[in-house]
Protein backbone atom coordinates (compact mmCIF):
# COMPACT_ATOMS: atom_id res chain seq x y z
CA UNK A 1 0.00 0.00 0.00
CA UNK A 2 2.91 2.59 0.31
CA UNK A 3 5.15 3.51 -2.41
CA UNK A 4 8.91 3.91 -1.79
CA UNK A 5 11.83 5.21 -3.89
CA UNK A 6 15.48 5.40 -2.52
CA UNK A 7 18.12 8.32 -3.99
CA UNK A 8 21.54 9.35 -2.12
CA UNK A 9 23.71 6.14 -3.04
CA UNK A 10 27.03 6.83 -4.91
CA UNK A 11 30.77 6.38 -4.77
CA UNK A 12 33.22 7.12 -1.89
CA UNK A 13 36.35 6.95 -0.49
CA UNK A 14 36.69 4.82 2.67
CA UNK A 15 35.84 7.10 5.80
CA UNK A 16 33.56 8.99 3.59
CA UNK A 17 30.04 9.46 4.42
CA UNK A 18 27.04 9.62 2.42
CA UNK A 19 23.01 10.32 3.55
CA UNK A 20 20.29 8.23 2.11
CA UNK A 21 16.66 9.28 1.77
CA UNK A 22 13.66 7.13 0.92
CA UNK A 23 10.64 8.95 0.37
CA UNK A 24 7.30 7.00 0.87
CA UNK A 25 3.51 7.67 -0.60
CA UNK A 26 0.05 5.91 -0.54
CA UNK A 27 -0.80 5.14 2.62
CA UNK A 28 -0.34 6.85 6.26
CA UNK A 29 3.84 6.92 6.86
CA UNK A 30 3.29 6.88 10.69
CA UNK A 31 1.62 3.09 10.97
CA UNK A 32 4.77 1.95 9.30
CA UNK A 33 8.04 0.81 10.69
CA UNK A 34 10.60 1.38 8.44
CA UNK A 35 13.99 -0.42 7.75
CA UNK A 36 16.86 -0.06 5.74
CA UNK A 37 18.48 -3.27 3.84
CA UNK A 38 21.51 -4.01 1.86
CA UNK A 39 22.36 -6.42 -0.59
CA UNK A 40 25.79 -7.29 -2.39
CA UNK A 41 26.45 -9.52 -5.42
CA UNK A 42 25.79 -13.18 -4.93
CA UNK A 43 24.84 -12.53 -1.25
CA UNK A 44 21.34 -12.43 0.99
CA UNK A 45 19.33 -9.07 1.38
CA UNK A 46 20.80 -8.12 5.03
CA UNK A 47 19.32 -5.97 7.70
CA UNK A 48 21.03 -2.63 8.29
CA UNK A 49 18.66 -0.36 10.51
CA UNK A 50 15.19 -0.38 11.17
CA UNK A 51 12.96 2.47 12.99
CA UNK A 52 9.44 1.08 14.54
CA UNK A 53 8.07 4.97 14.78
CA UNK A 54 9.04 8.28 14.85
CA UNK A 55 11.03 8.80 17.99
CA UNK A 56 10.69 5.74 19.45
CA UNK A 57 13.47 2.41 19.13
CA UNK A 58 15.71 2.21 16.87
CA UNK A 59 17.74 -1.30 15.65
CA UNK A 60 21.03 -1.63 14.43
CA UNK A 61 23.22 -4.54 13.04
CA UNK A 62 26.38 -4.97 14.42
CA UNK A 63 28.22 -4.30 11.79
CA UNK A 64 27.05 -0.52 11.08
CA UNK A 65 26.38 0.63 15.29
CA UNK A 66 28.44 3.36 15.72
CA UNK A 67 28.53 4.25 12.07
CA UNK A 68 24.83 4.46 10.86
CA UNK A 69 22.15 6.65 12.12
CA UNK A 70 18.27 5.85 10.62
CA UNK A 71 16.06 9.00 11.33
CA UNK A 72 12.55 9.81 9.82
CA UNK A 73 10.50 12.59 9.00
CA UNK A 74 6.96 11.71 9.35
CA UNK A 75 5.12 14.87 8.13
CA UNK A 76 7.96 14.71 5.17
CA UNK A 77 6.86 10.90 4.65
CA UNK A 78 10.85 10.25 4.53
CA UNK A 79 13.23 8.16 5.64
CA UNK A 80 17.15 8.45 6.17
CA UNK A 81 20.33 6.58 6.46
CA UNK A 82 22.97 8.77 7.40
CA UNK A 83 26.28 6.59 6.92
CA UNK A 84 29.57 7.77 8.52
CA UNK A 85 33.22 6.09 8.38
CA UNK A 86 32.03 4.30 5.44
CA UNK A 87 33.98 1.17 4.80
CA UNK A 88 34.61 -1.14 1.22
CA UNK A 89 32.57 -3.81 2.90
CA UNK A 90 30.06 -1.54 3.24
CA UNK A 91 29.21 -1.55 -0.74
CA UNK A 92 25.75 -2.92 -1.95
CA UNK A 93 22.62 -1.97 -2.93
CA UNK A 94 20.46 -0.45 -0.26
CA UNK A 95 16.90 -0.97 0.18
CA UNK A 96 14.10 1.13 1.95
CA UNK A 97 11.29 -1.32 3.33
CA UNK A 98 8.66 -1.26 4.63
CA UNK A 99 6.29 -3.11 7.12
CA UNK A 100 3.13 -2.89 9.93
CA UNK A 101 4.80 -1.19 13.17
CA UNK A 102 2.87 -3.81 15.69
CA UNK A 103 4.38 -7.30 14.14
CA UNK A 104 7.19 -8.23 12.64
CA UNK A 105 10.65 -8.16 12.99
CA UNK A 106 13.48 -6.91 10.88
CA UNK A 107 14.20 -9.60 8.11
CA UNK A 108 13.61 -9.06 4.74
CA UNK A 109 10.65 -11.55 4.41
CA UNK A 110 8.47 -9.76 7.43
CA UNK A 111 8.65 -5.98 4.66
CA UNK A 112 5.39 -6.07 2.36
CA UNK A 113 6.99 -2.90 0.42
CA UNK A 114 9.95 -2.04 -1.11
CA UNK A 115 11.91 0.42 -3.20
CA UNK A 116 13.98 0.14 -6.18
CA UNK A 117 17.44 0.44 -4.39
CA UNK A 118 20.33 2.44 -4.48
CA UNK A 119 24.05 2.06 -5.22
CA UNK A 120 26.39 2.66 -2.45
CA UNK A 121 29.88 1.76 -3.31
CA UNK A 122 32.82 2.37 -1.12
CA UNK A 123 36.48 2.34 -2.81
CA UNK A 124 39.76 0.99 -0.13
Known amino acids: QVQLVESGGGLVQAGGSLRLSCAAS????????MGWFRQAPGKERDFVAG????????SYSDSVKGRFTITRDNTANALYLQMDSLKPEDTAVYYC?????????????????WGQGTQVTVSS
Open 51 to 58: SRWSGGPT
Open 97 to 113: AARSAYLGHWVPSDFSS
Open 26 to 33: GRTFSTYA
